[in-house]
């Protein structure tokens, strides 16, 4: 299998170790200041992680030649969507994505499920191949 280490891999652990702020809001996503891995990786947690390897399969994720796990089907992923919720951090992704929203919202939808499940799943590589991820 081809590393998923390629030139955005690089890019990326330059900024981020350029960077070395731990949270983004969206605000500073949208505006560029983080990479989009950088701004969902803060979301994934150890059930995330756990869940993302078990549902759509530690083999699967690996075998994978997309770097954006493209070949794997988006149904897969679409199927995460009320785990993912249910295993996220909710304080926070609302206090990052949507701090303005009324108290009670929180600004949702399917793709930042499919975001966060797919950052685990690079996290699932990388710590397969021995490499550190957040």
Not at 31 to 42: L, P, S, T
Not at 91 to 97: E, G, Q, V
């Amino acid at each position: 299998m081809p590393s998923m280490g390629n030139a955005h891999a690089d890019e990326t652990k330059n900024k981020r170790n350029k960077n070395m702020k731990t949270e983004y809001t969206r605000a500073e996503y949208m505006a560029g200041n983080c990479m989009h891995d950088e701004f969902y990786a803060q979301f994934v947690t150890p059930s995330i992680f756990e869940l993302v390897k078990s549902h759509i399969g530690e083999v699967k994720i690996k075998k994978s030649q997309d770097p954006n796990f493209n070949d794997i089907p988006l149904a897969h992923w679409d199927t995460l969507y009320s785990r993912i919720l249910f295993c996220l951090d909710r304080k926070k992704f609302k206090r990052l994505s949507s701090p303005d929203a009324p108290a009670g919202v929180m600004d949702w939808s399917l793709s930042d499920s499919i975001c966060i499940a797919k950052e685990a799943a690079r996290q699932i590589v990388a710590k397969a191949e021995g490499r550190a991820e957040p």
